[in-house]
């Protein structure tokens, strides 16, 4: 697996990953979205969830199987809140919202490719994320 994060240094752009991902040959991508300081009216809400997951799939134009999976579950503060799971037929789109710390991950891994800052950045506006820091990955064995 090949990662970039702003911890690695500078992310390539889009076009940039799309030609990697095309001339490498990879067999998937995934954008791992750290959201912090969300609107937590959007992160405790399971309708808004759930429509995150209808909305980001078709954003990358993917194909959705079957309906969202939002559950709200954990014992302690720090981990409460709505997990996510979308399955799509190129792979899946999951997350978890933190209520407490108004902090949201958000992974989309996908084998047909798609354009990751444009999407992180969708997702920031979606759920009103003050912050924002995404990771790429090509994914292959």
């Not at 990751?116 to 994914?139: C, D, I, L, N, W």
Request: with cysteine.
């Amino acid at each position: 697996m090949y990662s970039m994060s702003p911890f690695a240094g500078p992310l390539i752009s889009d076009e940039e990953v799309m030609n990697k991902y095309k001339k490498e040959n990879h067999w998937g991508l995934m954008v791992s979205v750290d959201l912090g300081e969300c609107d937590p009216s959007k992160i405790s809400s399971k309708e808004v969830i759930t429509q995150f997951a209808i909305d980001i799939a078709e954003h990358i134009k993917m194909k959705r199987y079957g309906e969202p999976i939002v559950v709200f579950f954990g014992n302690e503060p720090k981990v409460q809140g709505y997990s996510l799971v979308q399955l799509i037929e190129t792979s899946q789109i999951s997350g978890h919202f933190a209520d407490d710390t108004r902090r949201a991950f958000i992974d989309i891994f996908s084998c047909k490719e798609f354009c990751p800052k444009a999407t992180a950045e969708y997702t920031q506006r979606y759920f009103g994320a003050k912050k924002m820091e995404y990771a790429v990955s090509f994914r292959d064995i």
